[in-house]
């Protein structure tokens, strides 16, 4: 359904090629050695699908996806056929989305064109990356992914989303949360400790004009300017 081509290849059951719309050797060459080494394996052949990545035959173009089968006659098997499908033909087909897929096969070779971040020196899928659901770290950066299987497991679909500055957001929020809630409660303090003060020191000075007046010096007066009950007191002991 997707306006996608790739390379058709023919062989015959003794791994000869008969026909080729790309005439590659280096792409021949690997096709007969798979042939050669799984041509007894029904696992593999009952898959179908599997995957390879050029970078270790071209050092430079995208992997690709080979997608072979068994020609088989009435009693044996007479050749084998299929597709070669680069992976940067689905670059048009994944849409716009701020996100990275990647698809890997079951050993977690990469196919995906662009994922490169993501890549070790073989192909594959760095021990850093989150297999399943979830949030992981790589390289200074904050990831979240989310994978689906398909082709019966032999394929695995990662989209993965750098979330590194919505992190950064929600860490600097949270920081500037606990400054200000620092603040406030070092201001509340010190305006509770300055009032408390205050108070306490206009006790003292009622309790010392008191003491003066209990000794007979009846001239003591007040002057309490904190306009509040402590200066209507020390008004009401002026007059008395």
Do not use: H
């Amino acid at each position: 359904k997707q306006d996608i081509r790739g390379d058709f290849y023919l062989f015959d059951s003794a791994y000869t090629m008969l026909f080729s719309t790309n005439r590659d050797k280096v792409v021949e060459e690997y096709l007969k050695s798979y042939l050669e080494r799984n041509r007894n394996d029904e696992a593999a052949w009952s898959g179908m699908v599997f995957m390879y990545d050029n970078w270790n035959l071209r050092r430079k173009t995208p992997p690709s996806c080979i997608m072979l089968r068994k020609i088989v006659g009435e009693t044996v098997t007479t050749g084998y056929g299929g597709f070669v499908i680069p992976a940067d033909c689905f670059d048009n087909s994944v849409g716009t989305q701020d996100l990275s897929l990647v698809v890997t096969n079951r050993f977690d070779r990469v196919f995906t064109a662009g994922a490169g971040k993501f890549i070790n020196e073989r192909g594959k899928l760095k021990k850093e990356f989150k297999r399943e659901q979830g949030l992981f770290t790589m390289e200074g950066r904050w990831y979240f992914v989310a994978s689906k299987e398909a082709l019966n497991g032999n394929v695995k679909i990662f989209a993965v989303s750098d979330c590194t500055a919505f992190i950064q957001l929600i860490i600097i929020s949270i920081i500037l949360v606990l400054v200000l809630s620092a603040v406030m409660i070092y201001s509340i303090y010190m305006s509770a400790r300055t009032i408390a003060t205050k108070k306490t020191d206009i006790m003292y000075e009622l309790i010392a004009a008191l003491e003066e007046v209990e000794k007979g010096n009846l001239d003591v007066k007040l002057d309490i300017r904190s306009n509040d009950e402590f200066e209507t007191m020390g008004n009401a002991f002026n007059i008395m």
